[in-house]
């Protein structure tokens, strides 16, 4: 805990492979003390401010039920119902919100304005999400890996879909444990060149690290597939352009013949049936959709006992 203590979680790329690992390591630990029903109250009267510009299922649920297993409380706020939403700016919201709880979840659009947030607040920002990372996610999907296969090195991930939020911070976070990284977008949709380019620096030498057009060469013999929806929130408006781009990067029993047959399905949530992944796929034997989704739970308790 004291190597964390008071420190931001915005993108997975600020954090070394035995943070990562010590972060998963607790989060098991938490999720057998929850299930066993030890007590494990660490954040006994502190309160967690939750700011939400988008829409959310996992992420608000698991972090207010995370604060009230560990002692503490969350408030969730709605852009709309905050001054926030009428014009304040989002470094007086920091400070404000700074004098009243202990740690600050955000979730929004621009990465910008996470950072911002966390430069102007005196209190740990936890990054729920902005249309660059999702680091809460990719730390779950990571506990979630290692739960099943027991270990990182060797294992292939393959990516399929758009070089969104998810897919850049699983890249950023396979780098760094060791899992080779394969992400196949349509063209005009790749991860961003910094973010590649970031990855590849961080791995080592045997990871390979690579952005690819071709869903079937990023499949072969992985172990892992994830795949997220093709049009992420803030982009509506390209619904339809998306749709005709990403036909042929569908998640479906044909793709899925050239991974390992113990390989894992992954997929955040929300998913939409039979568009990025077919039903088949998602609601088969291999799929640990809710897996991953009970997990957030048990990874932002870790977070925030280890921040806070
Ligand atoms: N995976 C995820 O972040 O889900 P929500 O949008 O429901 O929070
Ligand atoms: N890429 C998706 C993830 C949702 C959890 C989005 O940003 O909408």
């Known amino acids: 805990k004291a190597q964390l203590q008071g420190k931001d979680f915005l993108q997975i790329g600020d954090f070394t492979k035995d943070n990562l690992m010590d972060l998963i390591k607790l989060a098991i630990q938490l999720k057998t003390m929850q299930k066993n029903g030890d007590p494990h109250k660490y954040l006994e009267g502190k309160t967690l401010a939750m700011i939400f510009e988008k829409s959310s299922t996992r992420t608000r649920v698991s972090f207010e039920t995370g604060m009230y297993q560990l002692g503490g409380i969350a408030q969730f706020l709605n852009t709309n119902d905050l001054q ?31 950072l911002e947030l966390a430069e102007n607040a005196s209190i740990p920002v936890i990054n729920g999400l902005t249309d660059d990372a999702h680091p809460c996610q990719v730390l779950t999907d ?38 080779d990284c394969h992400v196949a977008t349509p063209k005009g ?9 970031q990855a590849k620096e961080k791995a080592a030498s045997n990871t390979s690290i690579i952005q690819t057009h071709d869903p079937y060469e990023a499949v072969k013999d992985a172990d892992i597939i994830y795949t997220d929806v093709w049009t992420s929130m803030g982009f509506e408006s390209e619904k339809k352009a998306r749709q005709e781009a990403f036909r042929e990067y569908q998640v479906n029993e044909n793709l899925v013949k050239g991974a390992k047959d113990d390989y894992l399905f992954m997929h955040c949530l ?39």
């Open 189 to 197: 949709y790749e991860i961003k060149q910094s973010i590649l380019k």
């Open 270 to 308: 929300p998913a939409i049936r039979d568009q990025e992944v077919t039903s088949e796929v998602i609601d088969g034997e291999n799929s640990v959709v809710f897996d991953q989704a009970e997990n957030r739970l048990h990874a932002q308790k870790a977070v925030l006992s280890s921040i806070v």
């Open 142 to 179: 990571l506990m979630t890996v290692y739960e099943k296969k027991k270990q990182f090195q060797g294992l292939k991930l393959a990516f399929v879909g758009d070089g969104n939020n998810m897919s850049q911070s699983l890249l950023m976070g396979c780098a760094i444990m060791g899992i």
């Open 84 to 114: 926030l939403g009428k014009g304040e700016t989002i470094a007086d919201t920091a400070k404000v919100l700074s004098r009243y709880v202990d740690v600050i979840m955000i979730r929004t659009y621009g990465h910008d304005i996470a």
